[in-house]
């Protein structure tokens, strides 16, 4: 043994030929941390004096290589000066260079995944060799960071500019196929000849039929363009890469420039432009709210895993109600592998619910994400029934049918009759109480909320809804079903709207009031997509619906009477009453129109302002500012009602389950974090401000509290 650490060991396997073994003591998988960097730096020196090698193989024990850096230093690191993330990042490449160095030709064997830190290392050996099924990349960008460990220097000139802005600033998780089509890497091939494969590169090295060191020093060197084909490929990339990644999102761009600044430079020089720039957006807000996410989700995975071990399996599913979000449900459950049966009333439902199955599934097809014969295997998950005939073998029930308190009562109670004792009944309704829901049934203990967002194969989240009698096994069953359809699921309390719901409509009301008050609704749409919003609150109305925006609004104003009703008639129940319901019927704030592709567009309406006469009392120009100010404020102050009332269990599942849900800009990490970043002193004076426009904008008295002794939601 040439050394032997907790994270690594290094042994001579044959012929002079050492093999550095990465698997790190404890964990599941591979990462960088602390540990791992001091020793692979221990590791090198012993492989440097040792006399006699021929070779290095890289390896890993793990499933993976090595996923990357261990995030939850991030923020103890990111939070120090400039200077010592500088002074940091070249420490750790002085260790990824010194391997780059060795006196001998060195592979690495890739298997699982090799992301970040991980694919860095890979980079700064010679050669690499890949397992068919593994994948690489460098996903900072996704943390608003990018790649410090070498990986804009080495990569930019092993592959090209083009291919390493392309992998860099997209963040992309790239398979064997294409890594090897632009060179990333030497040789793709079964997992069990890896090492094999290694070995025969590092013989045909030492034989002199591979040049290991020019292929090194052409890493190590400049970039191989001229100034005028330097320029062209930097400059044209900045602008596309700008324009798809936003302002709000300053990593991509930010990565390009410092690829440009190192083009003619060699590696150590190259690396410590590298190392400035990536500690310039790792101070930044975006890559500590986008570090938070990452490790709030980290958190969710963990609390998903927790309910998983007192879950039943669920072998068979069903859904009630073959519509549009009946027929997403099946389609999900199909695709993810467990079966479904999908009933409705009436022929005529089933067959829609079919139709939009196989229209995602064609989608799929079109996209080359699945061959034409999956497609029957998927279908074939999905059987349709109007009776209840074999729902006594089903596991788990989610009922999808309209969004009315009567009908899910006696829908509820009719299954409930149908199925077995053990069998979990979930309802799909998006505001009505759980517990209201739960009063006639005989099993309370079994049912619980199951709200999933539409369209449901884009949204990620699932609130899965406890009411006062859910058992924990109905609660860690829904979860593992929502997790086993590829959703992250977040556990809330029962409340009109639960959380997503009850947090959003005071959005909805700072917007119609503000329409009130005179401002433009295609301004304030325009303001609110500024500010980092997928959609201006008029055109999320629109894609909502406005039916199920007016219909949802009365809950939740019967719920909470002093913050969410509304005297007289609101924007929301003009267009309603005009038969303006949005996108559903082409007419809402906006007009919707087929573009090109036979995809709604949506179009100005001057019509809209006309109907909308009544209703607003005078003309203002309002400031970005206000405007942000009056629909952010009832937002937030929501959520740390929620979080207050217990909805929801901490912090991070009430961020998570806005940025999942209604798409919160991601990069300004939710709302209790929104509320850290302004300050919660600088908050409460600015709701303080506007406290005559009513409950919606005053804060808690906790919340006062919090900004008095300077406490934060986020530590």
Same mark, same amino acid.
């Given at each position: ?19 550095? /073994?990465?698997?790190?003591?404890? *964990? ?54 400039? *200077? ?187 690396? *410590? ?16 709210? &986008? ?34 979000? @009946? ?12 079966? #479904? ?37 998927? &279908? ?12 006594? /073998? ?59 967002? /539409? ?7 699932? *609130? ?25 699921? #977040? ?44 959609? @201006? ?40 009453? /005009? ?53 952010? &404020? ?82």
């Amino acid at each position: 043994m040439i050394y032997e650490g907790k994270a690594i060991t290094v042994k001579e396997i044959e012929g002079g030929i050492a093999q550095l /073994n990465f698997d790190l003591q404890g *964990e599941s998988v591979n990462k960088f941390n602390r540990l791992t960097i001091e020793e692979l730096r221990a590791a090198t020196d012993k492989l440097e004096a040792e006399k006699g090698l021929k070779g290095l193989v890289v390896t890993s024990s793990k499933d993976s290589f090595i996923v990357g850096a261990d995030i939850n230093e991030f923020t103890e690191l990111f939070a120090g000066p400039e *200077e010592d993330l500088v002074a940091n990042n070249l420490k750790a490449n002085e260790v990824f260079s010194a391997i780059e160095d060795l006196p001998f030709p060195t592979v690495t064997a890739i298997n699982g995944m090799a992301l970040g830190g991980g694919f860095e290392m890979c980079l700064a050996t010679d050669y690499r060799v890949m397992d068919k099924t593994a994948k690489v990349g460098l996903p900072e960008v996704k943390l608003g960071i990018f790649p410090g460990f070498g990986g804009t220097v080495r990569l930019s000139r092993l592959v090209g500019v083009d291919y390493a802005v392309e992998w860099i600033c997209g963040g992309t998780e790239n398979r064997a196929d294409k890594a090897l089509n632009i060179g990333a890497v030497d040789a793709v091939l079964e997992g069990e000849k890896l090492v094999e494969a290694a070995i025969g590169i590092i013989n045909q090295c030492n034989a002199g039929k591979l040049d290991y060191k020019a292929r090194r020093e052409e890493k190590k060197g400049k970039i191989k363009l001229n100034a005028m084909e330097s320029m062209m490929a930097f400059e044209i990339s900045k602008a596309y890469v700008a324009g798809q990644a936003g302002k709000n999102y300053p990593a991509p761009v930010e990565a390009i420039k410092v690829m440009q600044k190192h083009a003619g430079l060699t590696r150590d020089k190259a690396i *410590e432009v590298e190392a400035k720039g990536f500690a310039k957006m790792a101070k930044t807000n975006v890559a500590a709210c &986008l570090v938070g996410l990452f490790l709030n989700d980290q958190e969710l995975k963990k609390k998903a895993k927790a309910w998983g071990k007192e879950a039943n399996d669920v072998k068979l599913a069903a859904v009630l109600g073959a519509g549009i979000m @009946g027929g997403g449900v099946a389609f999900q459950s199909a695709l993810k592998g467990t079966p #479904i049966l999908m009933k409705d009333i009436n022929q005529d439902g089933i067959a829609l619910g079919l139709k939009e199955a196989k229209k995602l599934l064609t989608k799929r097809i079109d996209k080359g994400k699945m061959k034409p014969d999956q497609m029957a295997d998927v &279908l074939n998950n999905i059987t349709p029934t109007l009776n209840y005939g074999d729902f006594k /073998n089903v596991d788990l029930v989610v009922e999808a049918v309209v969004e009315n308190a009567k009908v899910k009562d006696a829908v509820l109670r009719e299954t409930e009759e149908s199925v077995r004792e053990d069998t979990i009944l979930t309802s799909n309704t998006s505001t009505i109480s759980i517990n209201k829901l739960a009063a006639n049934l005989k099993r309370p203990e079994n049912f619980c909320g199951m709200h999933f967002f /539409n369209p449901v194969h884009m949204m990620p989240l699932v *609130e899965v809804i406890r009411g006062e009698k859910t058992s924990d096994r109905a609660i860690a069953t829904t979860v593992a079903y929502a997790k086993a359809m590829g959703k992250t699921p #977040i556990v809330v309390n029962d409340c009109p709207g639960f959380l997503v719901n009850r947090v959003l409509f005071p959005y909805f009301g700072g917007f119609v009031n503000l329409v009130r008050d005179g401002a433009d609704f295609q301004h304030v749409d325009k303001v609110m997509e500024k500010f980092g919003w997928p959609m @201006g609150p008029a055109y999320l109305l629109d894609v909502v619906g406005m039916d199920t925006g007016k219909h949802a609004g009365e809950v939740m104003a019967e719920g909470f009477p002093d913050r969410m009703k509304h005297e007289g008639t609101t924007a929301i129940d003009v267009m309603y009453d /005009n038969n303006r319901y949005g996108q559903k019927n082409d007419k809402g704030f906006y007009k919707y129109e087929l573009d090109r592709k036979g995809k709604q567009k949506k179009v100005v309406d001057e019509e809209t302002y006309k109907l909308l006469e009544p209703v607003v009392q005078g003309k203002n120009d309002f400031s970005d500012d206000d405007i942000i100010a009056r629909m952010m &404020l009832p937002l937030c102050l929501e959520t740390v009602r929620c979080l207050e009332d217990g909805i929801v269990e901490d912090p991070a599942d009430a961020d998570m389950g806005l940025i999942f849900g209604i798409g919160f800009p991601p990069f300004r990490g939710g709302a209790l974090r929104y509320i850290d970043d302004m300050g919660v002193d600088k908050f409460v004076e600015l709701a303080d401000k506007f406290a005559d426009l009513g409950p919606l904008y005053h804060p808690t008295e906790k919340l006062r509290e919090m900004a008095k002794t300077g406490e934060k939601f986020f530590g």
